[in-house]
Structure formats: C-alpha cells, structure tokens
C-alpha cells in the first residue's frame, strides 16, 4: 500500500523516514518529496508497505505523532481513476 506521510518538519530525512516507517514493518520504498530550485524537503513524502497488517499498524502509530516540532498526517494514498 502507497501511504502518504504529511506535514513532516523540514529537517526530517527521508533516511529518519524509512526508519520511522519501519519500525511498523517491511518497507519496499520511501521517498520525501524536494523543492526542486532549493533541495529543501516540502514536507511530505510517501512509504510503500507491501503487508496490510504492518501498513495498517504504521498509519494507526503514526497518524497523529508529533516528529520533531510537526504534528504529522499519515494516510493511505489514493489512487485516481484514469481521464477519458
């Protein structure tokens, strides 16, 4: 499952990311996404957890969690239907 993680301060790596998220379970990819012109984090990145009990687990410890001085909002992305 693609989780999204948002509102994560600035100064979190994606390294402290896949740690956070592992903790939780097996985790296929992780990835902040960065301002292109300033290579700084824009505060949100995503995780991909390949087992629904260990995902699940991850957005129900995570959700909510204060991480360094951001309250952070962990969800399951969503994905969109293909434009006709």
């Known amino acids: 499952m693609n989780i999204i993680i ?3 301060d ?3 790596t994606e390294e402290d990311l896949h740690i956070m ?3 939780y379970g ?7 996404v960065m301002d292109e ?15 629904e009990k260990e995902w699940k687990a991850a957005i129900k ?3 909510g969690k204060v ?3 951001s309250k952070i909002r962990v969800k399951t ?3 969109r239907a293909p434009s006709v």
Do not use: Q, Y
């Not at 097996?26 to 902040?32: A, I, M």
């Not at 012109?37 to 087992?51: L, Q, R, Y």
């Open 6 to 8: 948002r509102n994560l």
């Open 61 to 63: 410890g995570l959700d």
């Open 37 to 51: 012109h300033t290579g700084i984090s824009k505060g949100f990145g995503f995780a991909e957890m390949p087992i």
């Open 21 to 23: 998220m592992s903790k």
């Open 10 to 12: 600035r100064k979190v």
């Open 77 to 79: 992305t969503k994905a």
């Open 26 to 32: 097996t985790v296929s990819s992780c990835n902040l």
């Open 67 to 69: 991480i360094g001085k």
